[in-house]
């Protein structure tokens, strides 16, 4: 049986893979290793601003970036519509994709139009028996399980737990060809239109998606400034995330822990307030992003891996920063 290619629907904010996508890519590029196949990376909607700065290090040989003015915003007809289109072209053996909000939405409609199968939150995918179809790994029995399903029909798809796989290094990297698709769509296909778009609440956000998080230590606590950390993170829009003994204080969410043990971010701008630079910490820290950090004593580790260091007691020197940030705000 000769497999066609793999297929991986990547969403990308401004100028970069969501972390899922980019899980779901070097899942694909695996699996297309495995099975001697072409990884086919797909995108829809607006083409991406900064397609070479997302493409950078990704183990991608080939793009189609499908396009058309009714795809512009998300609708579910739309993407259905296009993607039952392109998957019809091209007859790919597998499509992955992250179990992002976005494809929770289309995909599951899309395998219907296409009557293909589907296996939902997967953590692993490989070449099934004899070279036949795939097998899927997913955690059933409220996690108390991992169970193995096998599909031979194709193509299959499968949407991946986002966070399973993690983000490996890339090892390899080959010149891309990007290629377009225009799909056929009509506006009577698109039953369904966008009246609004609200910013959702920073607070609720995913930290590794944020561009900009405040990350509470233990000095927080122990200064008592809580409050005054929330009045920055309004101030800034931003998501406030900690260290380990923050969690264990029920100050922070297990889901905004950083590090090891925790998740790994990579915002533009991290201000650590009160954190001293734990090895365990610093490896949730993408070394690319800049550190700011506010901290009482001049040794701590943090501040050898940030660009802006602040010596000096949260107490002072937070309410300074809100009042220049809000001065800036206003003029
Ligand atoms: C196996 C293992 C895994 C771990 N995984 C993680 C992980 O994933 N994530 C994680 O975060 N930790 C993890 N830890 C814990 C980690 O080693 C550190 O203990 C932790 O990161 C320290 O947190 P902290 O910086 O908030 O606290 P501390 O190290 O106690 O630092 C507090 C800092 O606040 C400063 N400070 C105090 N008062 C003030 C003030 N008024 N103004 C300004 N600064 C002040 C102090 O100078 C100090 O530098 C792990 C540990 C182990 C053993």
Redesign the pocket.
Known sequence: MTLGDIFVFAEYTTNRWLDGSLEAIQEGARVARQTASNLVVITIGTPCADLDAVLEKQPIQSLISVEHPLLTTFSTDGYVIALSQLIEQYMPSLFIASATLTSQDFIPRLCARLKAPLVSNCVRISLGDNQRGFVFVKPTHYGQFYTTFACEQTPAFAMLLPGAIGIQPPSEYSPIQVKTFTPHISPDDIRTSMLERTKGDPRSIDIREASVIIGA???VA??DCWQTVESLADLLQAPIAG????LDQGLVRRER??????KNVKPDVYIAL????????IQ?INPASTIVA????RK?P?FTHSKLGIV????QILPEIIDRLQKLKRD
């Open positions: 230590g233990r000095g122990e200064s260290t380990r003994p923050l822990v950083i590090g090891q043990t925790g009160g954190i001293s630079g734990a090895y365990y910490h949730g506010v901290n009482i004593d701590a943090i000096g007691d949260l107490r």
